[in-house]
């Protein structure tokens, strides 16, 4: 719980400097390019930054169900990872990684990365749906 806590801390300050909307600030200083050749990059560099945070909320209070059985929250929370990996983090992950920075290892990486983020929150959402969940 104390290592969940700092890590998330980290990636919500992390987050909250992409606050307000801003083409200018930190990390779109470098993608300046992408910015201003490709309207849709800064939407989908922000739709994947800022849900990613949830996502990875949405995570870790998903497993409180096996501490504090809380069943129907966990049935909520995971509907509501799934929707938001499915159709917002991993897509905007995977445009993101085609312009990643340095070459096409970075790239591929990053791409890879976002279709099995996808890939497996899929397999999961299947399995769930046909209550084959395994055991911890």
Known sequence: MIGFGYFFWL???IT???IPISPEVSFLQIKQT???HRPEYL???YTHVYTSIFVLLLGFLAIL???FGLKSLHKNIGKSYIFVVLCLSAPS???MGIFANGGFLSKFSFIILGILWWITTFKAFKLAKQK???PP
């Open 93 to 95: 992950g995977v445009y």
């Open 34 to 36: 992408e910015v201003s």
């Open 43 to 45: 939407y989908l560099f």
């Open 16 to 18: 909250l400097e992409y």
């Open 65 to 67: 169900r096996k501490d």
């Open 11 to 13: 990636m919500l300050q």
């Open 132 to 134: 084959k969940i395994p």
